[in-house]
């Protein structure tokens, strides 16, 4: 049942969020979820080539382009709740500040569920940094020895990885397929929002109706067109099987 | 929802699916699902080694023990519909004639979920050909071309593996943990009655509460104290993350 | 240089070839090498769902059908060296015999490439029949002692694995990406011959797409719009980095 | 032979060392070992949850209680060398003064023999860095370059590293299996004072008969009935196999 | 201590056991172990490229050399237990029949040590079908309801894997390397037995020395000049680290 | 084609562009490739050992004879673009600052090829940091929002991986052979030049006939003596196979 779960989206850059898990995010806010979504950085240096290319383009515009694009983005899938820590990317320097930071907002959120990049991503080392930082975080957040403003600790949480561009040279292998048919439109509209990146429409329009085919194979319902897919972190704990 | 399910288990021997999968198996009938079991053989050869220290023990006496000691098991599970194929272990051979009679099963019985041996023990040929020859079948049944005595074909039903014995050596990795807490007592009457197999009672006692374990660290839920897992076959595939 | 070069395709059903290699045979064909397709089955059984399920189908009237939808499918390609063993599929079974007419096919044609299925297809087990049946082949090809005819043993061809259909839960990584634009328009002219398969035109229509962006990415050449991908079953040697 | 050999082990925290190592270090010091173990940190924030749910705790009482349970565990085991270095955990930071103290550590004590984590721990990121640690350590120990204090360089000693929690998940693989047969009463003693982690007590109880079970099946040798397994870093190197 | 212990090398051709294990062989007999030797097939069709260049060359000549060749190597490493079973190899088909005989052999030399060839060699069949061949075999052996002739079931002996030629692509990794410095020259009079496959004599013995310089920086030991390397089947089982 | 292309060697240390990749080098340089090597240190401290066994010895004498060495054996591979960094190593720190000089070098020189260390080497801590460092520099160099002092940006570069001492220990699996057959003289004159590492000249002649061995064997030219292998980081992509 997805009303009234918790779900935190960590993005390294202003749409990764968006490619990776806008139907999820879109899907789950349709069916009553909280969601909150935190952008570590717009990506004002490396995911924002075609901006770069207009004469007399500076770091300010292209954020403030950026930050733009994200937050339309965001609306269009439903997300009231985001974030932008405005950090600089290629390089992404991830430290203390930063994990209290997160830490804070994961005792008080308290996900259920937590979506961010996965452990490798052969063409993207901020992806990297920002797997290794989250799962480090959560890790930490469920211990009652580590206090942080009075928060209490959490239980652990669902961790799920983000399909990275290049799936099978960064050695991702999906454990979940997220049915994405009915919010597919939503995604869509998001999408289109990212101007800088308009080779990633394309791609991620295709990559939605090749992961909805996989799942169709895998799961004999023939009634998904659209689908995202996602690493577990975690094996399944249940009573019953999915 | 288990209730209605319906769960077909192959098992090379005629205790493997007592030791992996009792409590998962107690638990779905408990809850309301239709619950076949297959024994390809009996383990007369590979797994009576404590029956074969008596003098003048024959192949037929073994047979007939290790029979009911695998009924007495299943009724103390709660099983009702079990097979017992009687071939040959040590080493198993699984042909043509074997593989239309799995598929007829399959295609008369239509499980939602299979459960068999994972794809490699280190320690048993034989667990490796049944996870070959399920998966094989299971393939199969789903083409329409593949025609069996007028059974419709089915839907790519869920497949999951057995724990094999030593599981790091055979490279197993969880996908899924099976709260078993509330059928544990079956599940260690069923196991006594493999007399023959003194030695795992103990060992799948201790590991349903290291399984136990695991399972209460990854999902943060304190009830549960005893566990079964399983290797995923496939991705899960629904609406929601599990 | 493509010119001259000899290249065999190993399929095991009679669209294989055209799903994951009609691309690149097609540009091979045009820039003047020589290529010869075998197939091995039509996949009457396990690779013509549609077509079974118009009422009182047969056996022969599907692998007619199956039969002509290649045929026609090769000769858009410009193929015109292409032969249909007509093997039974699901399950596949390849002995001696078979081995001994790849072989003679092997040193007769004399390939400097050879494309067959990959190692492992966790969908399909006729597939990994096939990887294995060739590699033995190829390997035995290569030998002395193996007499064959009076064919002289050949020198160790290239080998290449196609993409399967789920790729990283079978554990496919590319090793090449081969640039198909040139001739993308006749793989989609060949791809919807096949019309019991009618959801496979639209996937790999769309990945050809999804592998051109990422074989974009990483030559950082813009011009390439759809590629073909493929394992490598060994490494490149050379007298220079490719 | 034991005798003579010396033995160093790298705790993360302060009941590390006893979990996954206490049974193989009294065996050690039973038959004339030498044993020194390095404890970085007692664990006050990570490793402490039990001990934080009093009320009005404060992490230097937690320090207080958890080096207290350590040096009476250690005393159990027969270790007489013993040092804590009190630094914090979750998170756990390595840096070159640290480095330097573990050289000169390595070079004095001359260890043939290192314990401490294995590469990965998918639960555990200060595990994952004393890995780090322990290992770049122990190379730079070897280089005559590496200057520290007049201490020759060490030639290449031996490293192990422990079983993490959740063994599978973290891809350990039993690369020894040490029988603990002889000193197990003197393990389960050490374990029973760590109140903080009491659920870990029993774990690491059903833990060693279950790798005793898997050291009989593998040796043949039916008088093991406790082991601890630890991961290889390297092969085996000498006259004969073991 | 190697005196006493019973060594068994099953080898897939004539040559097999010299190039991947003789030093090892020599050495073990050297220091008093009893050794026994089983060559499947002499190698005709597989490994005999050279002689099949010689006109008029018959499959019988190639044995009769062949055989020669072997039992010379077979000599000079010490070897008096050697036996040919002149299987057909390219492919080899190893059966019910071949199994039985195996077990035997096992069951009645009662080996604490099997070395033969590791599970996957990219470039030659016949290993890997004598891998599993031999590795199911001495599972069977161990069973006591497997019944030979009236011998005894055996306690799981020692399983070691041959170095395949080309070690990366095939996935080897050495788990145990042996010290064959006090017998090199041996290894090296033997390897010139075999004229067929001069490349492999300048391969094989640089092959020694490689091993050694790994063997020396692993353990620190600068006395080992060559060393030979093998898969470790199972982990290692003792009262101490090797 | 080489002629024309560039070829950009990043090194750890003083030898390690020659024991990796120097007949590569050769061999460009012959053919007509612009090449640079940046040594980042010259190994005092971590690949110097013999240096240091002489009384009286210091870091500026090592780093001398060290520099001097490796300026000898770049003239001899034909090298005139050589520069030295002088970094501190065992263990070597890459910052910020050194991220930026390596970049404004990838931006000017704008390589077709970067050769460096692979992603892992058991027994080397700096190879880890450098293969991390250039890959991540090498990412960044290929987004326009990376500003540095006005060089345009990169598209994606060839990334290779140096072949490590121990190979399968560290995971190292060969992408691609280089035939140095032509330039073999020079590489081994140039390896002369390392005397703190004579252990390793034999070593890498060695290995340079082993890898021309295996690859003669691949690609079934016989006139391929002597080798190097190397990682591809990304596969190949092009019109054709390779």
């Excluded at 898990?21 to 080539?49: F, M």
């Excluded at 669902?158 to 290049?166: K, N, S, V």
Aim: net charge negative.
């Amino acid at each position: 049942m997805i009303e009234g779960k918790r779900l935190l989206v960590v993005s390294a850059h202003a749409a990764d969020y968006v490619w990776r898990s806008g139907g999820t995010i879109a899907h789950y806010l349709k069916h009553g979820a909280q969601v909150k979504v935190v952008c570590l950085s717009v990506g004002v240096r490396g995911e924002s080539n075609d901006l770069w290319k207009q004469p007399g383009q500076t770091a300010e515009k292209v954020a403030e382009i950026r930050t733009g694009e994200s937050e339309k983005a965001a609306a269009l899938l439903g997300i009231q709740d985001i974030e932008f820590w405005g950090l600089q990317d290629y390089p992404m320097t991830l430290g203390m500040q930063e994990q209290e930071r997160l830490l804070r907002i994961i005792r008080s959120f308290r996900p259920d569920i937590i979506l961010t990049h996965d452990r490798n991503d052969v063409l993207n080392p901020d992806h990297n940094h920002v797997h290794e930082f989250v799962w480090q975080t959560a890790i930490m957040s469920n211990s009652s020895g580590v206090e942080t403003d009075g928060f209490k600790a959490t239980k652990q949480m669902r961790l799920y990885g983000f399909e990275p561009h290049q799936t099978e040279l960064s050695g991702f292998v999906p454990g979940s397929f997220i049915d994405i048919t009915d919010v597919y439109e939503q995604k869509v509209a998001a999408m289109q929002c990212f101007q800088a990146q308009k080779h990633l429409i394309k791609y991620y329009t295709d990559r939605a109706s090749l992961r909805g085919n996989h799942a169709r194979r895998i799961s004999g319902d023939a009634s998904i067109e659209y689908a995202e897919s996602f690493a577990n972190f975690f094996p399944v704990v249940d009573t019953e099987f999915h």
